[in-house]
């Protein structure tokens, strides 16, 4: 496979993992919310399982010291708020990234990774309604 497509795949379900522990920990630590966060969590080991096995040819095409992302400039959070909100979108479009990709590899990982960025859609109006409300 191209060493280029396999660094999308690494990238992505690293971005996507960071996300969603950022999110599991918040329901967990903050919010003490054990049905959230064992959601969350069993996502997130959901996603690393369907890619498993070309963990080491991910891990491989890996090139963080080149990576031209490196410098892009971060975003301020303001609040508890603005963290959870972004993280869940980092989560959800890095499983759109990986849902595309894996076609290419195995339309039935693509399929189990667009079930997964609908969970984390639901996730996301659960969690967001219940504890950030205007």
Do not use: W
Not at 4 to 9: A, E, N, P, V, Y
Not at 16 to 27: F, H, M, N, S
Not at 66 to 90: C, H, Y
Request: a positive charge; charged letters at 35%.
């Amino acid at each position: 496979m191209d060493k280029k497509f396999i660094r999308i795949l690494d990238t992505n379900l690293n971005r996507c993992k960071e996300g969603l522990r950022v999110i599991e920990d918040t329901a967990r630590f903050v919010f003490n919310d054990e049905q959230i966060y064992k959601k969350i969590r069993l996502i997130r080991h959901s996603a690393t399982k369907y890619l498993q096995e070309h963990y080491k040819t991910m891990l491989s095409a890996r090139d963080s010291v080149r990576d031209s992302g490196r410098k892009v400039s971060e975003q301020p959070r303001i609040n508890l708020e603005s963290v959870t909100a972004a993280n869940f979108k980092r989560a959800q479009e890095s499983l759109r990234v990986l849902e595309e990709y894996s076609k290419i590899i195995d339309f039935e990982t693509a399929l189990k990774f667009k079930a997964l960025r609908y969970k984390v859609y639901t996730i996301e109006k659960t969690m967001m309604l219940k504890y950030f409300k205007k």
